[in-house]
């Protein structure tokens, strides 16, 4: 009997990206943001909520998300992503914890939906108490919304 020869392709996270990339542009979103959400959730399951890996991919799913017209599910992952960027102890003054609680706030003001809208207000305004960005105001902006939609 021939002996059998199995081969087995291990996907690396640069083709994993490519493959989230190229889906997203060719206007496949929802499959880029569950191939993403997949991808990190392997991520956390082997490294940890904090690791860069999973940061990079909660990243991936916020900005697939966003392309796809999803403000809702992005919101979320940028909020998840500067949390845990916070948690991994990175400063709140750096580039990219500002860069992930702006997405945040941006997508949050997307929001056509009141329930969305004041569902996610405490955690938006909490990430902006202690991420103030660059820009004065922004918790005063939220709460005004927030205040609009009867809370």
Not at 72 to 90: H, P
Request: glycine share 6%; net charge positive.
């Amino acid at each position: 009997m021939p002996a059998m020869t199995l081969m087995v392709r291990i996907v690396s996270r640069a083709e994993h990206l490519r493959q989230v990339i190229a889906l997203a542009e060719g206007g496949r979103h929802g499959r880029a943001v569950r191939l993403a959400a997949a991808c990190r959730a392997e991520a956390v399951r082997l490294y940890g909520a904090q690791s860069p890996d999973a940061v990079l991919w909660t990243e991936a799913e916020a900005h697939t998300a966003y392309l796809g017209r999803d403000p809702l599910r992005s919101c979320q992952a940028w909020m998840s992503a500067a949390i845990a960027r916070l948690a991994a102890g990175e400063a709140v003054d750096s580039a990219d914890v500002e860069a992930a609680v702006d997405r945040a706030h941006h997508q949050w003001q997307q929001l056509t939906d009141a329930c969305h809208i004041t569902r996610l207000a405490p955690e938006l305004i909490a990430l902006r108490l202690r991420v103030p960005g660059r820009r004065p105001g922004a918790v005063t902006a939220i709460d005004q919304r927030y205040a609009a939609h009867g809370i």
